[in-house]
């Protein structure tokens, strides 16, 4: 199965070596043509940062996903073909999130490990997260993404022989695991509000001083713009959620100090279950006095809004 979390235990993250995988993206109609390249650019990014290669994409366009495979079964058979002739690639990464029952479905058929959108973003958070407020975030994120995929996981018992006795076990472990599930979130959350309450008295002691928080999309240059104004040295790279804890610098511009703060970044298509996770870090955001929005200003989407700009000023 793609999800080999164990329950209640934490992820040690990315495996070291380097793994090959192909890409695949549903455009529906809701979706232009050149949003779908910036996915797939993302989600390629994605994938290097989680330490694999990724030699090729797939694309195809319906009105909505497949109820069994997500794509479509002739799709499903032309990824198939080609991953008959590049044994290399071990692993398919999917643009969006996929049921339980799609991921089994799909990895029946490619004979290979499937990923999806969730799934590979956790993965990069597990290996990212350092202190215990993170951490803690993180697990919470994948036992939320793993409740409702309980079911699909569960899928190799409905292939047992019928007769008396096949069903009961099944529904069993799958209300088991639930139980075990809502038991660990439970433990996770009353961590988080505890490490919230924390944080709270901390913010109390820094009330008196201005707070601006550094805001933008992952990988915009946020922590290196957070080095350069408070003479830093945090983790700068270059690669997706290099930053997933919340961290305060104290600044003096001219004669006025404030609290400067570096917060983790935004990305497109972010699963809700990630934002609704990472709640008590956003909260350095939400009380912050000033949020100053850093953008790159050689991306597409910028130079496009520029001369939108441009066009409406000489008018």
Do not use: C
């Amino acid at each position: 199965m793609a999800k080999d979390w164990t329950l209640g235990e934490k992820t040690s993250g990315l495996k070291k070596e380097t793994e090959h995988a192909v890409l695949v993206s549903l455009i529906t109609p809701n979706v232009t043509e050149p949003q779908a390249h910036e996915y797939m650019d993302e989600l390629q990014f994605l994938a290097e940062t989680a330490g694999a290669i990724a030699i090729k994409r797939f694309t195809q366009r319906l009105p909505h996903p497949e109820h069994r495979t997500f794509i479509g079964k002739g799709k499903v058979e032309e990824i198939r073909e080609y991953l008959d002739r590049h044994e290399e690639v071990t692993m398919v990464i999917f643009d969006d999130d996929l049921s339980g029952k799609q991921t089994n479905n799909l990895e029946e058929v490619l004979k290979v490990k499937i990923v999806d959108r969730s799934t590979l973003i956790l993965d990069i958070f597990a290996a990212r997260a350092q202190t215990a407020q993170a951490r803690t975030q993180v697990e919470l994120a994948q036992m939320k993404y793993l409740m409702p995929r309980l079911r699909g996981l569960w899928t190799h018992l409905e292939r047992q022989a019928g007769g008396i006795g096949t069903r009961g076990p099944g529904e069993t472990q799958i209300e088991t695991d639930r139980r075990i599930v809502q038991y660990r979130m439970n433990i996770l959350e009353g961590r988080l509000k505890d490490i919230d309450r924390q944080n709270q008295t901390q913010r109390k002691t820094r009330t008196e001083m201005v707070r601006v928080a550094l805001v933008g999309y992952t990988n915009v240059g946020k922590s290196t713009l957070l080095n350069y104004l408070s003479k830093s040295e945090v983790l700068a790279e270059n690669k997706l959620f290099a930053t997933l804890d919340t961290t305060v610098r104290k600044v003096v511009f001219n004669t006025m100090p404030f609290l400067l703060s570096d917060t983790v970044g935004f990305i497109r298509k972010l699963p809700h279950h990630l934002v609704e996770s990472f709640k008590s870090t956003l909260d350095e955001v939400r009380e912050s006095d000033i949020l100053l929005h850093v953008v790159d200003i050689a991306h597409l989407s910028m130079r496009i809004k520029s001369a939108r700009y441009s066009r409406l000023y000489r008018n």
